[in-house]
Each structure stands twice: as structure tokens, then as C-alpha cells.
């Protein structure tokens, strides 16, 4: 019963019950929606080409880049988890690789995150799971490499980009694996974590574990969960390009930069009468999480350098690593990408100024005066690097035009002021 352009929901299934409940469109109120469904036919065959991708782990230095098809990573994990007596009771994909999945359309994703849910009751889980993974990154080097003289400490600082645990209320950790041109790879071992999105279209979640026990079987079910709670309204602001979330005081901080993020990219609040009100929550956490300049400043930087930036145009004195980028890999290194990625940096950083000017309703106003005039400075560092790239590869025009945006009442969308 499977068809080629929608997922058919489980009709059974109904919400998380820790997520609460939405209404379809055309329900009454007693209709409870679904969070999952199954993939269609076309959906599971669009994951089966990215498990199958190859990815590249890059390595620090003289060490050698890890390349792999996505799927032998998984399960080259999966399997040192296992061996360490903390396998995860499946696994799951989501981020923009999940997004892309179940897509209508066609569109680029730099990240991959996978999350494997575990138990972090025992204490020591935390560095077995640690354990696990470097194991695993061993045995994934190239076979020519000597890996006798490979140590923990050793691996942390060539293939790992940046790493996080988290043990207070919710139990968590993270290890993001290295690359240069922005196809990034997070892990993610979850206990507990009571935020999982930020956005509906950021909130699917595939289980891998069908695929990854039979990858070549024809029929095959897979399912898939929004953790917004309602999976077809979810598809519809994915496929519409619209913003909407729940409880967004839940919302951490740098759900700020996601926001301003998606509106660069062209979507828009499904509730325009509620945009303000959103913004304002998420300027306030911003605020909360960032209370000092300097760490505002590092979380922006970051920012820029894991979703638009490459090793090809950081920031000058940037603090961040090289890392994610929004364009593919093979279009990484040219000059048009390199300069749509400039561009898109700079809209993002006037976008954001114009939030923060409009929305913050927390601070003092110099304390608001000091955060702009530091996001400006970004701003100006990057349309000097969009002076600088035209000029040096003789492309047509200069200086970019700042564009102010505005937000009228009740709008959507942020309107270009000339």
C-alpha cells in the first residue's frame, strides 16, 4: 500500500505522550494525530543512497582520511557498542539527512546525526561508549596505516571535532567527527534529553535498524517519528517552508541562530501572528544560555563556521574549527560557492542584528548596544571578505549593498528596506 510521494501513517499510532498532542487539519478536537509513520517505497530508496554515500572522516596532520560508505559506519559502531556491554537499543537518523529523506523535494544537507539511544545509569557507560567509538575509528583506518602506536588521546585530537557530555538532568554524549568541507558526522548516545528539536522541520527521527540488519532486502518497513508530535503537519511545514515549533521556551539558545538561519533560507512562521512573541522567546534564552559578550560572540562565530563556513573562508581570527558548510563537497573549494557562502553569512548576520534589535526585550540597553555592535563587526569582517573575493577572481559588481529587513506586524516574512 506503499506510494511513490507521501508516507502513509501507522493508523495506530498515535503521539509521544512526553510530547503532547496536535490536531490534523479538518480533526476535531477528540482526533488525535500521529508522530509516526512508515517511509514510502521512494523514501526508503532515497535512505538506502544515503546510507550508501561515502563519507570522509579527515585526519589532522600527516594521519590518513577514514572513507566509508555511512552504512559501515553505523554498524562498525553499533558493533563496538555491543562488544563494550552498552548497545544501543536502536539506532536512529535525523537533522538534515532525515529531513532530506522524506523531502518532496530535492535540496543539499551538510549534516549527518545519528543518535543511539543508551542507558548512562552506570557511570563508567560514559567511557565505554567513549571506548566504543575510538575502537571503532581504529579499525576503520585504512589498513596500510600503523595503528600500534595510536592512543585515546591521540585519536581526540585527529579525527574528533569536538566532543560533549552532558550528566545533570538530562544524560547525554556527543562526538563529532572531523571534515573539512562540512559533511559532518555526530554521534549522539542519549539517555535522556528532554529538547530533541528545535523546529518541526528539524524534528524527524528514522530508525536505521531494519536496513542496517538486511540493507539489501526489497520489501522492507521503516519507521519514522516527529518529535514535534504531529508527522504530517511536520511534512507540511517541510515541504512549504514554514517555521513552527512547541513550548519554544524550551527552546536553548542557539535556537536564536537556527531561526534567523531558516528565514535566510527562505521559510517563513506558519503562525505569523505568533512570530513576534517566538522571537522574543528565543532572544531572551539566547541571553540566558550567552550572558557574557565574549561567549555570544564564540556561539556566533561557531555558528557561522559549522553551517555556512568552510576551510576555504573562516572568519578572520575566527575561535571556531574548520567545519560545516550548506554547499556540497564537490562544490566546497569553487569560487561561486565560496562567495554564495560569504553572502549567505553576511544576510544571516543583518538578519540576526535585526532580531536582536527588534525582538530583546531582556537587557539593558547598553548590554543590547554592546551585542549588536559586535554582530555588526562580524557583518563588516564579512563584507570585506565579499570585497575582497569579487576583486581577486574578477567577478562583476563590489561592495556589498547592506539590505536592512524589516517585520511588519502580523507578517511572516521580513520585507528588504532599501
Given at each position: ?91 536512529k537518523m535525523n537533522g538534515g539527512a532525515a529531513s532530506y529523506v522524506v523531502a518532496a523535494d530535492e535540496f543539499s544537507y551538510a ?159 506558519a503562525r505569523p501572528t505568533k512570530c513576534r512573541q517566538l522571537e522574543r522567546y528565543m532572544c531572551s534564552r539566547f541571553f540566558i ?41 564537490s562544490q566546497a573549494s569553487s569560487h561561486p560557492s565560496l562567495l554564495s557562502v560569504q553572502q549567505s553569512k553576511y544576510d544571516f ?70
Amino acid at each position: 500500500m506503499d506510494s511513490d510521494s507521501e508516507i502513509w501513517p501507522r493508523g495506530l499510532t498515535t503521539t509521544n505522550p512526553g510530547n503532547g498532542t496536535a490536531r490534523m487539519k479538518g480533526e476535531n478536537c477528540a482526533s488525535t494525530a500521529s508522530s509516526t509513520a512508515h517511509l514510502s517505497d521512494r523514501q526508503v530508496e532515497r535512505l538506502r543512497s544515503v546510507l550508501s554515500e561515502r563519507v570522509d572522516i579527515h585526519g589532522r596532520g600527516n594521519f590518513p582520511t577514514i572513507s566509508i560508505r555511512l552504512i559501515d559506519l553505523i554498524v562498525c559502531v553499533r558493533e563496538k557498542l555491543r562488544a563494550y556491554g552498552v548497545g544501543p537499543r536502536q539506532v536512529k537518523m535525523n537533522g538534515g539527512a532525515a529531513s532530506y529523506v522524506v523531502a518532496a523535494d530535492e535540496f543539499s544537507y551538510a549534516d549527518l546525526d545519528l543518535i543511539f539511544p543508551i542507558s548512562f545509569e552506570r557511570e563508567q557507560t560514559f567511557d565505554l561508549v567513549r571506548t566504543a567509538v575510538f575502537t571503532a575509528l581504529v579499525e576503520l583506518m585504512p589498513e596500510e596505516t600503523d595503528k600500534t602506536r595510536i592512543t585515546v588521546d591521540t585519536l581526540k585530537d585527529i579525527y574528533i571535532r569536538k566532543m560533549v557530555k552532558v550528566d545533570e538532568s538530562d544524560r547525554w554524549s556527543l562526538f563529532s567527527l572531523h571534515n573539512h568541507f562540512g559533511r559532518c558526522i555526530e554521534l549522539k548516545f542519549v539517555d535522556k534529553m528532554r529538547r530533541q528539536f528545535e523546529f518541526s522541520v528539524d524534528s524527524f527521527q528514522i530508525t536505521l535498524d531494519p536496513l542496517l540488519d538486511n540493507f539489501e532486502c526489497p520489501e522492507i518497513k521503516v519507521l519514522i517519528e516527529s518529535v514535534f508530535g504531529d508527522i504530517r503537519m511536520a511534512l507540511e511545514h517541510l515541504d512549504q517552508r514554514l517555521i513552527d515549533t512547541r513550548r519554544p521556551e524550551e527552546i536553548r539558545g542557539g535556537g536564536l541562530l537556527k531561526y534567523c538561519h531558516l528565514l535566510t533560507r527562505g521559510y517563513k512562521a506558519a503562525r505569523p501572528t505568533k512570530c513576534r512573541q517566538l522571537e522574543r522567546y528565543m532572544c531572551s534564552r539566547f541571553f540566558i544560555d550567552f550572558p557574557d559578550i565574549s561567549l555570544q560572540e564564540s556561539k556566533l562565530r561557531n555558528y557561522l563556521d559549522n553551517h555556512f563556513g568552510s576551510n576555504y573562508d573562516t572568519l578572520s581570527t575566527s575561535c571556531g574549527e574548520d567545519t560545516d558548510s550548506e554547499a556540497s563537497t564537490s562544490q566546497a573549494s569553487s569560487h561561486p560557492s565560496l562567495l554564495s557562502v560569504q553572502q549567505s553569512k553576511y544576510d544571516f548576520l543583518l538578519l540576526l542584528y535585526r532580531v536582536i534589535s527588534e525582538s530583546t526585550v531582556c537587557l539593558m540597553n547598553h548590554e543590547r548596544r554592546q551585542t549588536l555592535l559586535m554582530v555588526d563587526r562580524l557583518a563588516y569582517q564579512i563584507s570585506m571578505n565579499l570585497y575582497h573575493t569579487r576583486n581577486s577572481h574578477d567577478l562583476t559588481g563590489g561592495p556589498q549593498k547592506q539590505t536592512l529587513l524589516y517585520l511588519p506586524k502580523d507578517s511572516s516574512q521580513w520585507i528588504p528596506v532599501i
